[in-house]
């Protein structure tokens, strides 16, 4: 074989080589384990649904997803971490409302910027906010805790899990909808808060369903109405505020996956495949509804338009509501 063929056919084989690389570096995504970090502390219902999806995920990208809690400030620390992340598809962020929405309504200066730091993977689910009641406070409905508060304008007090949470957020939506002033008292977490709730500490108080379940099915507190788009289909019977009379109070807590902004197409499809087949599987169905979430999918596409939707809707409220932590 003379040296001219001996060039031609080593040129060809570099040329195949490259056209075959980039196929090969699809194919082998995931090479390594990936991280999920979840901006909550661990064991409250994000992480919990947080882990649940990690798992699933694992199993289905045939690599080992390491789940890491970076809780603080709320929930900036973790969100920071991942929005300065090397965006190669390893590490990503299972998150809420909290991030997205309201973090850019109440601080002026974040570690991030919630539509521009990240690319969306989907939505996995969503919880709703209910406002709750002690078994002894006298409203018994939407109609008649409004009626209360206008009779006893900023007498009328409500607990949440925090200042400036969804909680928060939701309570001041619904006052503003019914054109009533209440009077908010902020607690360290969602515990705290039902324990008072319970124990008639203080009337009223906004909390997740994922918290409400268990006290409202044992009779400890009283479900007034849920401010989520429509009923739940785990407490069914609570209404929402829009069959109440009114329908600009409405909010939930959702949840998404999301990575560092500049991710390779390659690895966002495939994990965006697989985030929609984990949450269509009907045991993981379950789960979530065992741990108060509801399904609720949504491509990445999706999430970034809801997004860029709902920030100026929460900086309005904030606003309006004097809701302003620095």
């Known amino acids: 074989m003379n040296a001219r063929l001996i060039l031609r056919l080593t040129a060809q084989a570099a040329a195949c080589l490259a056209l075959t690389q980039p196929l090969a570096a699809f194919a082998a995504f995931p090479e390594r384990p990936l991280q999920m970090v979840i901006p909550f502390p661990a064991g409250g219902a994000t992480d919990v649904l947080g882990r649940l999806v990690a798992a699933e995920l694992g199993n289905r990208l045939g690599q080992t997803v390491v789940v890491e809690n970076r809780a603080g400030a709320g929930t900036s620390i973790g969100a920071g971490y991942v929005a300065k992340a090397k965006p190669d598809g390893y590490t990503l962020m299972l998150t809420s409302t909290t991030t997205f929405t309201v973090n850019p309504a109440i601080y002026k200066n974040l570690p991030y910027d919630p539509t521009t730091s990240y690319d969306a993977i989907g939505q996995v689910g969503s919880t709703g906010l209910m406002l709750l009641a002690n078994k002894n406070a006298p409203a018994k409905d939407l109609k008649s805790f ?32 019914a054109g009533i002033t209440l009077t908010h008292v902020p607690y ?11 124990g008639g500490q203080i009337p009223y108080s906004v909390d997740t369903t994922a918290a409400a379940i268990p006290q409202v099915k044992a009779g400890a507190v009283r479900a007034i109405v849920t401010t989520a788009p429509s009923r739940s289909a785990l407490l069914p019977d609570v209404p929402t505020a829009a069959e109440s009379g009114y329908p600009d109070a409405k909010m939930d807590t959702w949840l998404a996956v999301v990575g560092p902004r500049g991710l390779p197409t390659e690895a966002r499809a495939t994990l965006e495949k697989a985030l929609a087949e984990i949450v269509a599987d009907p045991t993981f169905q379950k789960k979530m509804a ?3 979430f509801e399904p609720d999918y949504a ?27 620095d």
């Open 146 to 177: 409004v009626e209360q508060a206008k009779a006893e304008p900023g007498k009328v007090f409500y607990g949440s899990f925090g200042s400036g949470t969804t909680a928060h957020f939701a309570a001041e939506m619904l006052a503003s909808a």
């Open 299 to 325: 491509n990445g596409a999706a999430v970034d338009a809801r997004i860029q939707r709902d920030v100026p809707v929460m900086k309005a409220l904030a606003e309006k509501a004097k809701i302003q932590l």
């Open 188 to 198: 360290k977490g969602s515990s705290p808060a039902m324990t008072d709730l319970i």
């Open 290 to 292: 065992e741990n108060g």
